[in-house]
């Protein structure tokens, strides 16, 4: 028998109000969302390889809610576990393309293909990238324009997944997360120099720093396409 090939399309995400710790309903404290502090950069765990997860266990799938409302309340299209603080190879997505269908996943122990990465200057609109670990700043950045991602579902079955375009990027700049490596990193020395002088100044780079969403005013006038 033929080993079955990976789905090209990941399960929807989970999330939304849940109930309270103990399963069980207690008024208002009954169902609930968890939006957890986004680390900025120069927290170490943003610039550390993530580590492998080795239990599929109810704390993942907590984690894995907590990122999503997480996402959501930024707003943002993408987020990696070390942006919350958690050293494990996980990153969820959900974006919208252009014919209005949802593209939507969470991936574990991933690893990315990626096609020739663009040998032009980046596009200043269309390249425009931003990080909800670096906010409020954006820059234009070229990436290839076609990956492939290929990892685990939080249902443990395999996933494998073509994308190019917008979908793309969002692979790569999450996967980055995992490697411990930001978009900023990747810039063009000019624009490297330019995103240093703006992180300095907004007394950043160093450990300890955190945002979260709902409650400090970053990504206010933003669009969701932050990762």
Not at 11 to 29: D, F, V, Y
Not at 91 to 107: K, M, P, R, S, Y
Not at 197 to 204: L, P, Q, T
């Amino acid at each position: 028998v033929a080993p079955k090939k990976p789905p090209q399309s990941a399960p929807p995400l989970s999330s939304g109000p849940r109930r309270n710790k103990a399963g069980t309903l207690s008024g208002n404290e009954a169902l609930f969302v968890t939006v957890r502090p986004i680390r900025i950069i120069g927290d170490p765990v943003l610039h550390t390889p993530a580590q492998p997860v080795t239990r599929f266990d109810d704390e993942l799938q907590e984690l894995l809610y907590d990122m999503v409302d997480t996402m959501r309340a930024a707003p943002g299209v993408g987020l990696a576990a070390p942006q919350i603080g958690v050293s494990q190879q996980v990153f969820v997505w959900e974006w919208t393309d252009d014919e209005g269908i949802l593209q939507q996943g969470a991936v574990i122990n991933p690893t990315l293909d990626t096609g020739p990465r663009s040998t032009s200057s980046a596009d200043p609109e269309a390249d425009l990238e931003g990080c909800l670990s670096i906010p409020d700043l954006r820059f234009p950045l070229a990436r290839a324009n076609r990956a492939v991602l290929t990892g685990t579902t939080p249902q443990q079955t395999p996933l494998q997944i073509t994308a190019e375009g917008w979908l793309a990027r969002i692979f790569q700049h999450e996967f980055d997360h995992l490697q411990g490596t930001l978009y900023a990193d990747r810039l063009p020395w000019p624009d490297k120099r330019r995103a240093r002088r703006e992180i300095r100044a907004n007394g950043w780079g160093q450990p300890g720093h955190s945002w979260t969403p709902g409650v400090d005013e970053y990504e206010l006038a933003e669009e969701p396409e932050e990762t």
